[in-house]
């Protein structure tokens, strides 16, 4: 049983950042793509950033290419997600995600992820 716990989140005006952390529980982390979904009130959840096994390769929804960047840290169990330029639009609940995988390569898609953390609330303002 895989656990995850997100932390980072809070209330930012336009312009700011955030970043936001997730810590994963076992011994298994590095056998885990990972990824970052976010969801508001009455919409489907959606991707965010994606990272593979090893963190060097990732993929990012074109709403925040070039503002948010992910990346994570097996040694410490953990995956990041650096939040730059936030604008109103990225208001939402944000997931930490995690897929038991024999494959060193990313996953886009919600239901190809095993695990999911509780979410973490991001609000900015304009």
């Known amino acids: 049983q895989v656990q995850l716990v997100e932390s980072g989140g809070g209330l930012v005006q336009a312009g700011g950042s955030l970043r936001l952390s997730c810590v994963a529980s076992g011994r298994t982390f590095g056998s885990n793509a990972m990824g970052w979904f976010r969801q508001v009130p009455g919409k489907e959840r959606e991707s965010v950033a994606v990272i593979n096994r090893s963190g060097d390769g990732t993929y990012y929804a074109n709403s925040v290419k070039g503002r948010f960047t992910i990346s994570r840290d097996n040694a410490k169990n953990t995956v990041i997600l650096q939040m730059n330029s936030l604008i109103p639009e990225d208001t939402a609940i944000y997931y930490c995600?995690?897929?038991?995988?024999?494959?060193?390569?990313?996953?886009?898609?919600?239901?190809?992820?095993?695990?999911w953390g509780q979410g973490t609330q991001v609000t900015v303002s304009s």
């Open positions: 995600a995690g897929k038991t995988t024999i494959w060193d390569r990313y996953y886009i898609e919600e239901y190809e992820y095993n695990y």
